[in-house]
Structures are given as C-alpha cells and as structure tokens.
C-alpha cells in the first residue's frame, strides 16, 4: 500500500494541477477577450506541461514495472544499448557521485514533500489573492528559495530582486496589464487614503 501511494502521488498532484488549470480555462473562456487573456497566457502552457508531466510519469512507472524491476538506471541503460547494439555492453564507469546511487526515500517522506509543496503552492494563491502579486511574489519567493531550495541569502535575495523586476516591467510596463493588487491591500489602502 505504502509503495503504491508513492507511485502514484506525484501523478495525484499534477492531476490536481490540471484539473485547477482546466477549471480556470474553463471560466475564463466566458470572459471577454481582453479578460480572459491572461488566464489563457497562464492556463494552457500549464495543461500542456501537465499532461506532458503525466506521460513522462506513466513511462517511468511502465519502465520500473516492467522489466527493470531492481536494477539500477545503470543496469537499465546498458540493457537498452546492448538490445540496440545487437551484442551485449558493458559501461566501464563508477556508479559512485552519478546520482544514480542516491538513496530511495520512503513514501512517507515523499507523500510529506509533496504535501509541503502543496503548502506552498495554496500559500501562493491565498496571498496574491489577500495582499497581490507586488507583495506576495517577493516574500514567496525568499521563502521558497531560503528554506525550500535551501539556497544562500546572497542567491535568494539577488533571484528574488530579479524576479520581482522581471515581473513588473514584464506585465506593468511592455503588457500593460494591472497585476490583482489584493483584497486586504486594497482595503488597507482605501482606509490610508481615502
């Protein structure tokens, strides 16, 4: 049972991805042009790359369940070429530092990643809704980048800079589209200037 959550739970979050994106298509597509352009601009590069996720899972499973079952990825490459060379191969390389000797985790700890990533990704969307793009990108990315990703405060500060300049010249300035500014800021700016 535990192996089969965890084979199966990368597909259950890009599934619930599609369905959001599919969904968010879906309403828009009743919008005028102009409102609905920028969902499409979102939306269907996220289904495309969706179902493309889903394929690529579904061969890995298909790969794993079939004939490959205990062998390293090493093992598995050299039995590919070999059937396409028509004589058996052997790769003269150490298994050690190649990423193919990593340790597998247990589902708990994937099932615990992903719910954590989740977190991030609801953290995400109820922030631009509450405070807006402006204020939320910026302090979701530090997040991310510092306690996720791991990364350096000079990496996170310097991407985050980056990202946040990007995204403003990007939809402000050359799209002309006014990012969501967020119900609370919004609210907070009505009362501060009224």
């Not at 259950?12 to 968010?24: D, E, P, R, S, Y």
């Not at 992903?114 to 995400?124: D, K, P, Q, R, S």
Request: aromatic residues 10%.
């Amino acid at each position: 049972m535990k192996h089969s959550i965890a084979k199966y739970s990368n597909s259950t979050m890009t599934l619930g991805l599609l369905a959001i994106f599919v969904a968010m298509v879906a309403v828009s597509s009743t919008y005028p042009a102009g409102a609905r352009f920028m969902t499409f601009v979102v939306g269907l590069p996220a289904i495309a790359l969706c179902l493309l996720q889903l394929t690529l899972d579904a061969r890995d499973r298909r790969r794993t369940s079939g004939g490959g079952r205990g062998l390293s990825e090493l093992e598995i490459a050299q039995q590919q070429v070999s059937q396409k060379v028509g004589h058996a191969v052997q790769f003269d390389v150490a298994g050690a530092g190649l990423g193919g000797d990593e340790p597998a985790l247990d589902p708990r700890t994937k099932v615990l990643r992903e719910l954590a990533i989740w977190g991030y990704f609801l953290a995400l969307i109820a922030g631009i809704l509450l405070f807006g793009f402006h204020l939320t990108v910026p302090v979701f990315l530090v997040t991310f980048l510092r306690f996720q990703a791991k990364a350096k405060w000079t990496t996170t500060l310097g991407l985050t800079a980056i990202a946040s300049i990007i995204i403003y010249f990007a939809f402000e300035k050359v799209l002309r589209v006014s990012l969501h500014p967020g119900f609370l800021a919004d609210q907070i700016q009505t009362l501060l200037m009224p």
